[in-house]
């Protein structure tokens, strides 16, 4: 049994810490994408739900927008 033991933490071992590096590129290469650009696939696939993504995004630009609009009236009216 203390055999068994061992073995299978010797291969648990391994498998969690042996790597030849192009794996840990590969991960670095997925995670190239911005979270919006990863929220826009989203919103384009046929999974279902995915349009409330898209529809998420649009409410988050036009609420962006309209602050950014405020902001520049806030400043134009500022005195000087």
Do not use: E, F, W
């Not at 030849?20 to 991960?27: C, E, F, K, L, N």
């Not at 826009?40 to 962006?64: E, F, N, Q, Y």
């Amino acid at each position: 049994m203390d055999h068994r033991l061992s073995v299978a933490l010797t291969l648990l071992a391994l498998a969690c810490g042996g790597s030849d590096g192009g794996g840990s590129q590969q991960a670095v290469n997925r995670d190239t994408l911005t979270q919006r650009q990863k929220d826009s696939i989203l919103a384009h696939s046929k999974i279902p739900g995915a349009r409330a993504v898209g529809r998420a995004m649009t409410a988050a630009d036009s609420t962006s927008a309209r602050i950014r609009q405020a902001n520049a009236v806030a400043t134009d009216t500022m005195p000087r």
